[in-house]
């Protein structure tokens, strides 16, 4: 009997099966995306007409200010984030532990607050230059503030803390191992900094000037109030202020490419951050701190007190007064109703936009881990990317793609209804609520999704395994184990969503309905007329609701 062949047989059919619980999370990333996708779009084909005039006009001043602005951001927060996060992560001085958690405050300062607190401080009128004409006379010259340096302070004071995070957390990473077999080898302690834990640390360090980056790039009131025009803040005059819709979209899709180059690179250093920290980790012993004694001790203390006291203490102080004059000039109920109709819509627009995105994340989040496939973890790690990439959006920039999107369902729904015979119901989408809070959604569901998901990842599968073997149906496990487990990581990322929203300003400039100002955008109106004192209260509220997600991190922190 002649033997069978192999290579003659019929090779076995490879059976993919579709997971249907990835089915809701690709529908909420395809809403996400779609947005941004109209302004790629927009970008494949360009109105050549337009970007010529465009370039013959105000295009070569925007991108200079937006490059200088974003380099110069990138080069201080990084040189300020690692300086003083190797400060506190090698050497011990007195309050060293207070400070070290402290110097994490600016992250709740929003940057247009700084930027008219820096206004009101260093102006021609202002206290500062007031007492330098005094001491040195009328003609004294004094740097101009409103200019590229200024902003770059500014931002470079409120951002520091995205490096300095990330860098005290790689250094406390790297083993004790390392850095004193490099002391043996008869390295100094700057030379060890230099030479061994500043390369490893890298990725983190690099990652963390990215974002400050990104955030630099998608600030609106700051260079607004500086007088300093980037592609950010081009895109919102263009639309609201000179009412040319063409051209900020054209300025709203090349903005679009530069974040998603950005992204794609901070993306690419995380991913390599594992090859380059080695040996380290929570289980490993951590380098001992170099006691500071006399002098030294007292400097480096001070050194972290004076970056405190400039980037978050002082404005805070400033604030604090600017609000008690502005309430005992007022009569009574003058500032209170004004006061509470802004942090009623406030509240209103954040808690929202809080309870839909972190609903999403938990329904993507849930999907992705549900997926079992081969094949669909791929594509499971593929739409939790693709939900995370509105965080990189400019806010100008998703509010242009959202109304791209929305304003044609309008009109068709009011041109159905009128074939109809029917009265036309106007604006359904856009001008409304509706379409604000799919902005939100677009821009901040990154923040909720990774607060979902690494409290997902905390339950252990055989949790599943269990209630499945008990006869459990998904949603079952989702409602009777998940959400009980990550009740923690909900409320912070809704937390984390709430803030984010009462600091949003471009976006809800362009998309908020008649009448719904929100604190923010209150500040910033003030702030643009120069009413320091009267803009003074609301940029408290914001800055007091900023607080309390930096002291849950300093929390964590402690904890780990």
């Avoid at 470079?156 to 005290?168: D, E, F, I, K, S």
């Avoid at 380059?276 to 951590?286: D, L, T």
Wanted: aromatic letters at 12%; hydrophobic letters at 55%; a positive charge.
């Amino acid at each position: 009997m002649t033997p069978l062949n192999p290579s003659l047989l019929p090779l076995p059919v490879r059976r993919v099966s579709f997971s249907w619980s990835l089915l809701p999370p690709l529908l909420i990333a395809v809403l996400i995306l779609i947005p941004l996708g109209i302004l790629v779009l927009q970008l494949l084909a360009p109105d050549w007409a337009l970007w010529r005039s465009l370039w013959e006009t105000v295009l070569p001043t925007m991108l200079l200010n937006t490059l200088t602005l974003v380099l110069g951001v990138g080069v201080g927060t990084f040189l300020i984030g690692t300086a003083f996060a190797w400060l506190v992560s090698a050497y011990e001085f007195p309050l060293r532990w207070l400070l070290e958690r402290a110097l994490m405050l600016p992250l709740a300062v929003p940057t247009f607050v700084m930027g008219f607190i820096f206004m009101a401080t260093f102006d021609f009128a202002g206290p500062v230059q007031t007492w330098w004409r005094a001491t040195f006379g009328r003609d004294a010259a004094f740097p101009n503030i409103y200019s590229a340096g200024g902003v770059i302070i500014v931002m470079t004071l409120v951002l520091y803390p995205y490096v300095y995070v990330l860098a005290r957390a790689a250094f406390a990473e790297q083993s004790a191992n390392t850095v004193e077999a490099a002391r043996v080898m008869g390295y100094s302690r700057m030379q060890t900094f230099f030479r061994l834990v500043l390369p490893m640390a890298r990725p983190s360090l690099v990652a963390g000037s990215i974002l400050a980056m990104m955030e630099a790039m998608t600030d609106y009131g700051t260079v607004k109030f500086f007088s300093f025009p980037t592609l950010s803040e081009g895109v919102v005059r263009l639309w609201e202020g000179r009412l040319d819709r063409e051209a900020a979209i054209q300025l709203a899709s090349l903005l679009l490419f530069f974040a998603l180059a950005m992204f794609v690179f901070e993306r690419a250093l995380r991913g390599r951050a594992r090859y380059y920290q080695q040996g380290g980790g929570s289980k490993g012993r951590r380098p001992a701190r170099h006691r500071l004694r006399g002098i030294n001790g007292l400097l480096a203390a001070g050194a972290c007190l004076l970056l405190l006291s400039v980037a978050f203490l002082l404005p805070t102080a400033q604030l604090i007064a600017w609000t008690v004059e502005e309430i005992n000039r007022q009569t009574v109920g003058g500032w209170q109703n004004t006061y509470f109709t802004y942090i009623g819509n406030s509240v209103t627009l954040a808690s929202t936009a809080a309870f839909f995105v972190v609903f999403f994340a938990v329904i993507v989040a849930h999907g992705v881990r549900s997926t079992s496939q081969r094949r669909g973890r791929r594509v499971a790690r593929w739409v939790a990317r693709l939900v995370t990439l509105g965080y990189a959006m400019p806010g100008a920039v998703v509010a242009v793609g959202v109304l791209l999107f929305l304003s044609p369902i309008d009109l068709s729904i009011n041109q159905w209804a009128r074939d109809l015979g029917l009265q036309r119901p106007g604006l359904i989408l856009t001008g409304t609520m509706t379409g604000l809070i799919y902005a939100y959604i677009v821009r901040f569901m990154s923040v909720g999704y990774n607060s979902v998901e690494s409290s997902l990842d905390k339950i252990t599968p055989n949790m599943e395994h269990a209630a499945r073997t008990l006869g459990a149906r998904p949603l079952g496990i989702l409602w009777r184990v998940h959400l009980p487990l990550m009740s923690a990581g909900i409320a912070a990322g809704a937390l984390l969503v709430f803030v984010d929203v009462m600091k949003e300003l471009p976006a809800t400039l362009m998309l908020r309905p008649f009448g719904m100002d929100t604190l923010a955008l209150w500040a910033y109106f003030l702030a643009s007329e120069s009413f320091w004192q009267a803009a003074a209260l609301p940029s408290i509220t914001v800055l007091a609701v900023g607080v309390i997600p930096v002291l849950l991190l300093m929390r964590v922190g402690e904890r780990r």
